[in-house]
């Protein structure tokens, strides 16, 4: 490809109110071009390096034996309202009437429409195991898209589904598909790590989620570097304090003026934070008001109020007004008095006596809170989230927190799908048995994001040989006064091309500066540079991207590289 009839340009300066490198370079380098939130087209380069990233996914799928196949993405909303999840699932989904009137959603997975295909197709055991996948475009409206291709609403994934006898099957295919996805990754250059994860809307038993660690990523890990423990903070339990054993004391009203954060209650008493009682206030996606308390020194999870409620539509922050209406006070609110609310305490608020908890008054608090003592939860739970330095549940050794970006993930959905469509089979037994289904993800996009995240440096990106959009960068300098350096790079272009290796040809009349810009910031594995300079020491000049490794090869030796592939042993410059 000559980069002179490449559809692309490159900027010159950073994009405003770009915070990742991903989503800058991305921009700057011609990959990528917004549409609108959330919302990207795929130049060239980014289509072709995408194509790429779906390759290697193919390849291990396929290995495992999936076999591929595509899915609508256009369902009738009826699919959905079968299982349940279309009345689960908030705003994200896209929800629309086609001209006959039907209601029709856009599909943000598919395990409905694998379900329904299996209830056709699949009637005896001998038909199992199987598994199918393909590659297809998902839109999610999430409500904050952001790091250009890190979390958007429109995106490919891979989704893969396992069809199952038994859960002994399953587990089967879920350690294929567990290291068929770290084969997946390690081939596109990511370091990721398996974290349990939550199973969200997706149901089931259990799930993994492929992170790679990055300091803008949304996820909060909890990792033990001693035992290797990794979990999603949403569902990680590590350990907790005993509290020091004490008598119930009497209830004690004292006056608290302006401290409605735990920080300032907790100075104004001179008590440490771990002596109150936190409250957070929430309201369902099916309009339940929820009163969460947890210890001052811990935050409430909300994934795990969520699985604990059962909320439909998960959770929102309570207004003021809704606070007042249940008779609580914002700032100085706690369970004592409070009316028409489900109640939710942490299992160490339970355990840890005489806490300091909201009057429900302005301007005031209550000492000696005991639970039950003094108010009846309706639900007793761990919904703290876990805290760097607490035991891991392992080795009792200090957990470490990080932040991560979800690359794949993997569910065992069980048979609450097959179930839900009638996907049944008739076993050896002469009984019809429901088919047990696994489910697993991989957003292509995000995975290029992160690819750029991890190979760039300050020039530009710099391509893993597995997944460049071209194996090789040719530039030329000085073509246009030199009809001999012309010629050798439309050759070395054309041999290429005939070999079926395809490389970028920059045969633009640009200045030698532009051009190397250009080929840092692109990021091709291999930039060969052919300049008189070059030809006088020998042939041309061959530097490794990622490393700037390089050297002066001979025109005979590079035509030969280019016709039977770009791997060139350049030594380290001297």
């Given at each position: 490809m000559r980069l002179s009839q490449l559809f692309f340009t490159s900027l010159r300066d950073d994009?405003?109110?770009?915070?990742?490198?991903?989503?800058?370079?991305?921009?700057?380098?011609?990959?990528?071009?917004?549409?609108?939130?959330?919302?990207?087209?795929?130049?060239?380069l980014g289509f072709r390096v995408t194509r790429r990233v779906e390759q290697v996914v193919r390849e291990e799928m396929d290995r495992i034996g999936s076999q591929e196949m595509e899915m609508p993405v256009v369902?009738?909303?009826?699919?959905?309202?079968?299982?349940?999840?279309?009345?689960k699932i908030g705003p994200e989904m896209v929800r629309f009437k086609d001209r006959g009137d039907r209601d029709m959603v856009l599909a943000m997975t598919h395990e409905e429409v694998v379900a329904l295909l299996l209830r056709d197709i699949v009637q005896s055991y001998r038909q199992?195991?199987?598994?199918?996948?393909?590659?297809?475009?998902?839109?999610?409206?999430?409500?904050?898209?952001?790091?250009?291709?890190?979390?958007?609403?429109?995106?490919?994934?891979?989704?893969?589904?396992?069809?199952?006898?038994?859960?002994?099957?399953?587990?089967?295919?879920?350690?294929?598909?567990?290291?068929?996805?770290e084969r997946i990754f390690r081939r596109l250059g990511l370091e990721a790590i398996a974290v349990g994860a939550d199973v969200g809307i997706m149901g089931g038993s259990g799930a993994h989620e492929f992170m790679v660690l990055n300091d803008f990523g949304e996820d909060t890990l909890v990792l033990c570097e001693a035992c290797n423990f990794a979990d999603n903070q949403q569902i990680a339990i590590v350990g907790k304090p005993d509290p020091t054993?004490?008598?119930?004391?009497?209830?004690?009203?004292?006056?608290?003026?302006?401290?409605?954060?735990?920080?300032?209650?907790?100075?104004?008493?001179?008590?440490?934070?771990?002596?109150?009682?936190?409250?957070?206030?929430?309201?369902?996606?099916?309009?339940?008001?929820?009163?969460?308390?947890?210890?001052?020194d811990y935050d409430v999870n909300e994934t795990k109020l969520v699985n604990v409620v059962k909320a439909r539509g998960g959770l929102r922050p309570a207004t003021i007004e809704e606070i007042k209406a249940r008779g609580m006070e914002a700032g100085y609110g706690s369970p004592l008095g409070a009316r028409d609310a489900v109640v939710v305490v942490d299992e160490l608020v339970v355990r840890s006596p005489n806490l300091v908890a909201g009057a429900n008054r302005v301007g005031w608090h209550v000492k000696n809170v005991n639970v039950p003592r003094d108010y009846t939860p309706d639900h007793i739970a761990e919904i703290t989230n876990a805290r760097a330095g607490d035991p891991c549940p392992n080795c009792g050794q200090p957990v470490v927190l990080r932040q991560g970006i979800e690359v794949g993930n993997i569910f065992k959905l069980g048979t609450d799908f097959s179930e839900a469509f009638g996907a049944t089979f008739l076993g050896e037994d002469g009984q019809a048995h429901p088919?047990?289904?696994?489910?697993?993800?991989?957003?292509?996009?995000?995975?290029?994001?992160?690819?750029?995240?991890?190979?760039?440096?300050?020039?530009?990106?710099?391509?893993?040989?597995?997944?460049?959009?071209?194996?090789?960068?040719?530039?030329?300098?000085?073509?246009?006064?030199?009809?001999?350096?012309?010629?050798?790079?439309?050759?070395?272009?054309?041999?290429?091309?005939?070999?079926?290796?395809d490389i970028l040809y920059d045969d633009r009349d640009e200045s030698a500066g532009v051009k190397f810009t250009d080929a840092e910031l692109l990021g091709m594995p291999w930039i060969v540079t052919v300049s008189p300079r070059s030809i006088a020491a020998g042939g041309a000049e061959v530097t490794r991207r990622a490393t700037g490794d390089r050297s002066t090869v001979p025109l005979e030796t590079l035509e030969r590289w280019l016709r039977d592939g770009f791997e060139i042993p350049v030594p380290a410059t001297a």
């Open positions: 994009p405003a109110d770009v915070e990742m490198p991903s989503h800058r370079l991305l921009l700057r380098a011609g990959y990528i071009r917004q549409l609108g939130s959330g919302i990207y087209s795929l130049l060239p369902h009738p909303a009826e699919v959905w309202k079968e299982s349940g999840r279309y009345y199992l195991p199987m598994m199918v996948y393909h590659f297809q475009t998902k839109f999610r409206d999430e409500p904050r898209s952001r790091g250009g291709l890190i979390r958007v609403r429109e995106f490919v994934m891979k989704d893969a589904y396992s069809c199952d006898r038994d859960e002994a099957g399953l587990d089967a295919n879920y350690r294929l598909q567990y290291a068929a996805y054993p004490e008598d119930a004391l009497p209830m004690e009203d004292v006056e608290t003026p302006d401290a409605t954060t735990i920080d300032a209650l907790a100075t104004l008493l001179d008590i440490p934070r771990s002596k109150t009682a936190k409250a957070a206030f929430f309201v369902t996606g099916d309009d339940r008001f929820i009163v969460a308390i947890v210890r001052g088919v047990v289904m696994g489910s697993y993800g991989i957003g292509l996009g995000r995975n290029v994001a992160c690819i750029v995240e991890a190979h760039h440096d300050e020039k530009g990106i710099a391509w893993p040989d597995e997944v460049a959009p071209y194996a090789a960068h040719l530039v030329t300098i000085g073509a246009n006064r030199d009809p001999q350096i012309a010629e050798i790079g439309d050759r070395l272009h054309e041999i290429a091309a005939s070999a079926g290796r």
